[in-house]
């Protein structure tokens, strides 16, 4: 949906008016952009400068064409897992971030903690499945951070214990946040 309010920069390229993108908020934003003022609405996801495997991620519903919704979408991804999203526009930002993470789970993998499995509906992602090692090591971690909860509210009331998660559980919603619920425990695990 277009918002009017968002200040765009456009230049003339060609005979056409263009967007001009000069920073990540821009990028973060540009499901804010007029449609009509999308230049290109699909492109194949073969055939182009860019790697077919980067545009097959961005090809959302698999149809082989990358289409407004598909940029939309991987823009606003891309730009909420990045604190800094200008650094989109300095170009090696993807090679800085994927081997992290894929090198954290293949380590992960390699010492038998959990497993990465191709998703059937999905060729473009992995499933992560927890192995009794990861789970516990899950459990071992739930155990010290129900231990250190414990400790923090040692000489509370229920009553002001009670208070403390619900002020601590907004502080961090405000922050953007996801809070658990205190003494939630682990999933179990399933049988595979």
Not at 152 to 181: Q, W, Y
Request: net charge negative; aromatic share 6%.
């Amino acid at each position: 949906m277009a918002n009017n309010n968002y200040k765009w920069e456009f230049e003339n390229i060609g005979g056409s008016s263009r967007v001009k993108i000069r920073n990540g908020e821009d990028i973060a934003r540009l499901a804010e952009l007029d449609p009509k003022m999308w230049t290109v609405l699909s492109c194949p996801v073969t055939g182009l400068e860019i790697d077919d495997k980067s545009l097959a991620y961005m090809d959302c519903d698999s149809d082989g064409k990358i289409r407004v919704n598909d940029v939309i979408a991987t823009a606003q991804w891309i730009t909420a897992a990045l604190k800094n999203s200008d650094l989109l526009l300095e170009g090696n930002v993807l090679s800085q971030i994927h081997p992290t993470v894929s090198g954290l789970l293949s380590r992960l993998e390699k010492k038998d903690f959990l497993e990465l499995r191709p998703d059937p509906s999905d060729r473009r992602c992995k499933r992560i499945f927890l192995l009794p090692k990861g789970y516990a090591c899950l459990n071992t971690m739930h155990q010290t951070i129900l231990s250190n909860e414990n400790r923090l509210v040692a000489d509370f009331t229920e009553e002001e214990k009670s208070l403390f998660f619900d002020l601590l559980s907004r502080a961090i919603t405000n922050m953007g946040g996801s809070p658990c619920h205190p003494h939630s425990k682990p999933k179990e695990e399933p049988n595979q």
